[in-house]
């Protein structure tokens, strides 16, 4: 696994362990409620737990965001897409970029579609895989043929 360049401000960086930078992301509860539905904040073994499994289970990357590590992104041999932005760093069309950079990574890899898993309350991350084409397929679940 190798850095991608989306463009000059955004760039995925293979995961590495580095909780200064990560930890925060999921001890906010807004975050933690719009990517797993928790009412509580990771700890550092959960946060291990969670990023071992996605390195094992397919690719991993933080998102570098003018040089500031902002969130991460996953791409996973189930084909699965998750992204993760930091609440300072959202609502400006970052995850909508790493998203259409792990379609092009799936495309890589011979994927014909690809899927993610989105709660209901969730609007801002429907809106968004939505805006890059993909489609509602069940109450949870989008899907992009590509």
Known sequence: MTERIIDNELRLIPYYRNDEASLP???????????DNREEPYDVELLHRMYDYLTVHGDCYYIEYKGVLV???????NSEIAV??????????????CVLEMLKLAREKGMEQVKANIYSFNGQSQRMFQSVGFEKTAEEWYESKL
């Open 84 to 97: 993760v932005v930091c609440k300072e760093y959202q609502n400006q069309h970052i995850g909508r970029r």
């Open 71 to 77: 969130g991460d992104v996953s791409l996973r041999e």
């Open 25 to 35: 992301w999921y001890q906010d509860l807004d975050v933690c409620k719009q990517v």
